[in-house]
């Protein structure tokens, strides 16, 4: 049984960074479909940025690309979200989420949905102000 702790968030300006860490209880490499999402209040969980732990391989949605970095640390067993050039859109509770046994190709080339994750962080809020 997977646990994953989270950590990090906070408030910030626009234009400032934040990073957010999600430590994974057991890391099996090769398996594992990293994901964090994000959720507002009465909103669904929308897919931010996604790292396949056996090849690196990561996948960023739209309106965070260039901006966003999702990285791993095998030796820490933590993927990061390092998040730059943050903006008041961007405000929201995040969440990490590990799926295990997901293909590669299904982790960063198709769409997984929040259902499709099997583990999740307990959330962190993220407040950026104007």
């Known amino acids: 049984q997977l646990q994953l702790v989270q950590s990090g968030g906070g408030s910030v300006q626009a234009g400032g960074s934040l990073r957010l860490s999600c430590v994974v209880s057991?890391?099996?490499?090769?398996?594992?479909?990293m994901g964090w999402f994000r959720q507002g209040s009465g909103k669904a969980r929308v897919g931010v940025a996604r790292?396949?732990?056996?090849?690196?391989?990561?996948y960023y949605s739209d309106s965070v690309k260039g901006r966003f970095t999702i990285a791993q640390d095998k030796e820490a067993n933590t993927v990061h979200l390092q998040m730059n050039d943050l903006k008041p859109d961007d405000t929201d509770i995040y969440y990490c989420?590990?799926?295990?046994?997901?293909?590669?190709?299904?982790?960063?080339?198709?769409?997984?949905?929040?259902?499709?994750?099997?583990?999740w962080g307990q959330g962190t809020g993220v407040t950026v102000s104007s």
């Open positions: 989420a590990a799926a295990r046994g997901m293909s590669d190709i299904r982790c960063l080339y198709l769409v997984p949905m929040p259902g499709d994750f099997g583990y």
């Open positions: 790292i396949y732990t056996g090849d690196g391989g990561t």
């Open positions: 057991e890391w099996s490499f090769g398996d594992l479909c």
